[in-house]
């Protein structure tokens, strides 16, 4: 399944907007996707769009139970 245009940059305008300080689970941003009106369809999709981000400068992954997704803020 190909990442929907936008996806990545909604999550991370998402995250400097409410100044959140990670890293965060998928379940946890999820939550803060739906706090400012932003539709996605599980956290599992969230993880996807991160996943497929990983080892970038961009998305950090700490691995464990759950993984947990540290993403850079805009214009770093």
């Known amino acids: 399944m190909a990442i929907r245009r936008g996806e990545f940059e909604r999550i991370r305008s998402v995250l400097d907007e409410?100044?959140?300080d990670g890293p965060f689970t998928?379940?946890?941003i999820l939550d803060l996707l739906a706090e400012h009106d932003e539709d996605f369809d599980s956290a599992h999709r969230v993880a996807t769009v991160l996943g497929r981000r990983a080892g970038t400068d961009e998305v950090e992954v700490?691995?464990?139970?759950p993984y947990?997704?540290?993403v850079s803020e805009?214009?770093?």
């Open 68 to 70: 947990r997704y540290r």
């Open 74 to 76: 805009l214009g770093n």
């Open 26 to 28: 998928a379940r946890e």
């Open 18 to 20: 409410a100044d959140a």
């Open 62 to 65: 700490i691995e464990g139970r």
